[in-house]
């Protein structure tokens, strides 16, 4: 009897303990499972729509207020040196380094380490990355891929310039360096999606300022039996040209067609292979060339993707989602038009590289003007090095404060002009070289005025003014102004140092009816006050405060 009881109280455990489990299978089968499908939905990705372009990043645009970290920052020691520079800035994105030597320095062996922990080192500081491989190409240079690469000039071929002389820039024509190069990218790209579950990681960009100077192209036997054979069908399609050899189809830009298109297909495959294992948006940088003028392409980087063959890098590198422009030029003329020449329909505008000192500040507002998706200056890190000329003499918090006063302004209100940006009508103007005033047409009905150097009170063209102070600390141009139609008679503004009068174009008798300062808090306008009187009688000042101004206009 006894034993009778036992093995039913056993029978019954057991049913128990079956029930529970059941109970446990289907709870966690009704749990929701993310699925390959909804986890590449999450992935950032670059989008268009009617000529103008959007960074998706968590399913929404979003704007990169970035900054690139120096080249030799890229290793855990420097770390503690990057993320309180990153803070003060108030940058959302850091673009780093990751070097093909850094990550294989023995052939077929690999260490993610420093990839882990910049990844982790991100989450925790709440920003954003851009991985930069440094590997074939940076800067022209090999001195980024590891020794059993550019010390093998066997192996992988350095170009060899028109006068026979071997240069120290490796050759797009030899598949071994390709397969390499290739190989240690895939690797790259598989890791990331191993440990980056939250994309933390947005952007990549496969080489660095690709190219060759002190040579046009690659002269080596190899490349010269390409370079003789017919201009390959996607490229005359493309083009519209006949067909025929380079040189019968280029004529003297041949060289430099030929190399960028060389090039393009080397930087193309790498990046179709990673993507094969991970889908994020890639762009590659250029080494520009004068905006205006042609140049010999013996004194820039010859077959990178410049201005001047940006149509060719487009058809040789499909994969390749933006080609970006690294800006070094102090002229406003001459970003602005650089601007003009990478702000395509079909090429998103975005600046990965400017230069640091305070003079750059202000071509945020052109760029986002331009419709840009991102913003990043070059070498804000507490590491000890400056690239002057090219930017700040010092890095310092003061260099940094140039920068985060402007990103103080659109941080908060980030995400919804990038939405503005991609949706609608948005404009925006830096401050010229030559400080004077302009006037942005609003789409046909209305003006908007941008000057500089003004009080809140009063004008400086008035001669009751005239003795009045000039506003100090103006030797460097560092104003600016953006503009977003929210409805055909209403707009949002914001800026740093200028003041925005709105005009009609077509002279009707018209009023700032209404001005409200304001903030966004998840997304959604919250007043914080009406601008009347003093605050409006002279045109809207944008002063040093981060301000955002709604504004309606009527006739009357």
Do not use: C
Request: glycine share 8%.
């Amino acid at each position: 009897m006894k034993r009778e009881v036992t093995l039913q109280a056993n029978k019954r455990n057991f049913v128990g303990r079956v029930a529970s489990l059941a109970l446990i299978v289907a709870a966690a089968l009704s749990l929701p499972v993310p699925s390959s499908a909804a986890q590449a939905a999450d992935l950032p990705k670059l989008v268009q729509k009617n000529g103008r372009h959007a960074l998706m990043v968590d399913g929404a645009p979003f704007l990169m207020l970035g900054v690139q970290v120096n080249n030799s920052s890229n290793y855990p020691s420097q770390m503690p040196k990057v993320w309180p520079a990153v803070k003060a800035l108030g940058a959302n994105t850091v673009e780093v380094p990751v070097a093909w030597e850094q990550i294989e320095p023995v052939e077929g062996q690999f260490d993610f380490s420093y990839l882990d922990l910049l990844i982790r080192q991100a989450r925790q500081n709440d920003v954003k990355l851009v991985i930069l491989w440094f590997a074939t190409w940076k800067n022209n240079g090999p001195q980024y891929a590891p020794e059993w690469v550019k010390l093998d000039n066997k192996r992988f071929p350095r170009l060899i310039n028109a006068k026979g002389e071997v240069k120290n820039s490796l050759s797009p024509h030899f598949r071994s360096t390709l397969e390499a190069d290739k190989k240690a990218f895939v690797a790259l790209m598989r890791h990331i999606k191993a440990v980056d579950a939250d994309h933390t990681v947005i952007m990549v960009q496969p080489e660095n300022e690709t190219g060759a100077y002190s040579a046009v192209r690659d002269y080596s036997p190899t490349a010269q039996k390409l370079f003789q054979g017919p201009v390959p069908a996607e490229l005359v399609r493309a083009l519209g040209k006949k067909p025929g050899t380079w040189s019968q189809v280029f004529g003297k830009d041949a060289d430099e067609f030929f190399y960028a298109w060389s090039i393009g297909r080397f930087v193309d495959e790498v990046a179709a292979a990673g993507k094969r294992e991970l889908d994020l948006p890639m762009y590659v940088n250029a080494a520009l060339r004068d905006p205006f003028n042609d140049q010999d392409p013996f004194t820039y980087s010859s077959g990178g993707p410049t201005w001047n063959v940006l149509d060719v890098w487009k058809a040789a590198a499909p994969s390749i989602d933006v080609l970006a422009p690294d800006i070094y030029m102090r002229e406003s003329a001459k970003v602005r038009k650089t601007a003009e020449q990478y702000g395509r329909a079909d090429n998103a505008l975005m600046v990965p590289e400017i230069g640091s000192d305070k003079a750059y500040a202000r071509f945020l507002y052109d760029i986002l003007g331009a419709q840009g998706i991102g913003f990043a200056p070059f070498g804000l890190d507490y590491g000890g090095y400056s690239n002057y000329p090219l930017g700040a003499k010092a890095v310092d918090a003061q260099a940094i404060e140039n920068f985060a006063v402007h990103y103080r302004l659109l941080a908060p209100m980030q995400r919804e002009w990038a939405k503005l940006s991609f949706e609608g009508k948005v404009w925006g103007v830096g401050e010229a070289d030559d400080s004077k005033a302009e006037t942005l047409d609003l789409g046909g009905r209305w003006t908007a005025r941008i000057s500089y150097g003004e009080w809140q009170f009063g004008s400086i063209e008035a001669p009751w003014m005239a003795k009045a102070e000039k506003q100090p600390n103006r030797e460097v141009p560092d104003g600016g102004a953006l503009i977003a139609q929210l409805s055909p008679n209403e707009f949002l503004v914001t800026g740093y140092r200028a003041r925005v009068t709105f005009g009609s174009a077509k002279g009707e008798r018209f009023m700032v009816s209404r001005v409200e300062e304001g903030h966004f808090e998840n997304g959604k306008w919250v007043f914080d006050r009406l601008w009347n009187g003093d605050q409006v009688d002279y045109g809207l000042n944008l002063t040093t405060l981060p301000q955002v101004l709604k504004v309606k206009l009527a006739t009357y």
